[in-house]
């Protein structure tokens, strides 16, 4: 990274604010971090969406996720969610408070995307990025991933569904998103007919390297403006992380 001209000439900074808003009342932040050592993804971009005003410790306590950054996510507010929030999360948004990270403009997003895979929504829902600057950043990079838990909900669904897949915990969930037209990654103890499970887990293959779970993309548009070649089919895994048996009594509820 010490090499990029451009994130020279920015101070080397660590991460870049692409996006400041506002969900449910409360001002948010979504910061892209650029260097990471988490063993499952792979060292991707990772984007995060923070309030800007409550850290996010305080925020799970508060119950704030799912009414917030975490729409309609029912892991959320400590209810399963793997994502220990008092590390990475808390990290990123104390770096953010100190000014660690210069706004990046859409016009250069290609000087920091560029040959570079992307996790949309390391923390929080990806559907708070503009459809825009989602596109802008999915053209440039090499590849990511996503996920949307808000796809019943959120204006434009079909359209994040070309680059996130919908998040689904219960077969009635799975079923609903399936029939209308999304791919899934759906968290369960039961794998549903017809998934493959994350090669992360089935097969130690890191997202980087994977990028199943991006969206319909592949199979609706292999490249941007071609037609359809294939379908891909949709991810499962089994719930984890230190929530896990919260969130297993979440899958099962219907």
């Given at each position: 990274?010490?090499?990029?001209?451009?994130?020279?000439?920015?101070?080397n900074?660590?991460?870049?604010?692409?996006?400041?808003?506002?969900?449910?009342?409360?001002?948010?932040?979504a910061?892209?971090?650029?260097?990471?050592?988490n063993?499952?993804?792979?060292?991707?971009?990772?984007?995060?969406?923070?309030?800007?005003?409550?850290?996010?410790?305080?925020?799970?306590?508060?119950r704030?996720?799912?009414?917030?950054?975490?729409?309609?996510?029912?892991f959320?507010?400590?209810?399963?969610?793997?994502?220990?929030?008092?590390q990475?999360?808390?990290?990123?948004w104390?770096?953010f408070?100190?000014?660690?990270?210069?706004?990046?403009?859409?016009?250069?997003?290609?000087?920091?995307?560029?040959?570079?895979?992307?996790?949309?929504?390391?923390?929080?829902?990806p559907?708070?990025?503009?459809?825009?600057?989602?596109?802008?950043?999915?053209?440039t990079?090499?590849?990511w991933?996503?996920?949307?838990?808000?796809?019943r909900?959120?204006?434009?669904?079909a359209?994040?569904?070309r680059?996130?897949?919908?998040?689904?915990?219960t077969?009635?969930?799975?079923r609903?998103?399936?029939?209308?037209?999304f791919?899934?990654?759906?968290?369960?103890?039961?794998?549903?007919?017809?998934?493959?499970?994350?090669?992360?887990?089935?097969?130690?293959?890191?997202?980087?390297?994977?990028?199943?779970?991006?969206?319909?993309?592949?199979?609706?548009?292999?490249?941007f403006?071609q037609?359809?070649?294939?379908?891909?089919?949709?991810?499962?895994?089994?719930?984890h992380?230190?929530?896990?048996?919260k969130?297993?009594?979440?899958?099962?509820?219907?």
């Open positions: 990274m010490q090499s990029n001209p451009f994130l020279k000439s920015a101070g900074p660590s991460g870049f604010v692409l996006h400041r808003g506002s969900v449910a009342g409360e001002p948010f932040v910061v892209a971090t650029l260097e990471t050592d063993r499952k993804t792979g060292n991707m971009v990772q984007v995060w969406f923070l309030l800007e005003n409550v850290n996010p410790v305080a925020a799970v306590l508060a704030m996720g799912a009414r917030t950054i975490c729409r309609d996510c029912p959320a507010a400590g209810n399963g969610c793997y994502v220990n929030v008092g990475a999360p808390l990290a990123v104390r770096a408070h100190r000014g660690a990270y210069p706004t990046l403009q859409p016009a250069d997003f290609g000087h920091v995307f560029s040959g570079r895979k992307v996790r949309f929504g390391a923390y929080g829902n559907t708070l990025l503009p459809l825009d600057l989602v596109e802008r950043i999915a053209r990079s090499a590849g991933t996503g996920y949307f838990h808000d796809w909900t959120t204006p434009r669904a359209d994040y569904g680059f996130f897949m919908a998040s689904t915990e077969r009635d969930s799975f609903a998103a399936v029939a209308a037209g791919r899934v990654f759906h968290v369960s103890l039961e794998k549903p007919a017809g998934t493959v499970e994350c090669m992360a887990d089935s097969a130690g293959i890191t997202c980087e390297k994977c990028r199943l779970c991006d969206g319909r993309f592949r199979s609706v548009a292999p490249a403006g037609q359809p070649t294939r379908t891909l089919p949709s991810v499962w895994i089994n719930p992380g230190s929530k896990a048996g969130a297993s009594a979440v899958a099962m509820a219907n």
